[in-house]
């Protein structure tokens, strides 16, 4: 398992991280949560990412980068969620 710690952030931070998000109108993350589901129970959701942020227990998926060449030597990076 990952060693994590915690992150000093305030909970003003993560609402205005959320709000950023919203107003970029956001997909799906790696977790699959629509902000149309997130928002249902919005608050409790961002207490619980700030308090998992907060006190070092959030532990992101694993992900698998990827690197696939392109057209003139440009390289595309991709994230894919391990499962």
Do not use: C
């Amino acid at each position: 398992m990952s060693q994590t710690k915690p992150i000093e952030i305030s909970k003003y931070e993560v609402e205005e991280a959320y709000k950023r998000v919203k107003a970029n109108k956001g997909s799906a993350g790696i977790d699959h949560q629509r902000l149309l589901d997130f928002d249902q129970d919005k608050s409790n959701n961002l207490y619980k990412l700030w308090n998992r942020l907060s006190s070092g227990s959030y532990i992101p998926p694993p992900v698998l980068r990827v690197e696939i060449p392109e057209n003139k030597g440009v390289r595309a990076e991709w994230h894919l969620l391990k499962r």
